[in-house]
């Protein structure tokens, strides 16, 4: 799978999923670290990458570009972790959640619990 890290996360993030086989980019890594969000959705949409965030416009501006991609990780009031907490924490519950991703989703994940929703949004 492919992410591409938003600028609210460690860039250290991108190294342990790499170390676990994924092809992983930050958004500083492409030049999209100042960019807007709809130029950094746009990028992962057109180069097959998931998103992963911690800011919840991308799920808004899914919903009002009723978009089917770029698909999204979407971290959410988790209490203070380190970029390798992260990363595990994404790894170790990727087999939940990697075919959703693989067909348009967006994967909220929080301190207690994975929420999956299909894209577009209805």
Known sequence: MRFLLDANLSPLITARLEKAG???K????VELRHAADDQIMDFAAEHGYVLVSQDTDFTNLLHYRKAASPSLVLLRNLPEVSAAQIG???????????EALA????????????RVRRLPFH
């Open 26 to 29: 930050h958004v500083r890594d």
């Open 88 to 98: 595990e924490l994404i790894l170790n519950n990727l087999d939940q959640f990697e």
């Open 22 to 24: 994924h092809a992983a």
């Open 103 to 114: 067909k348009g989703a967006v994967v909220s994940i929080v301190a207690d619990q994975i």
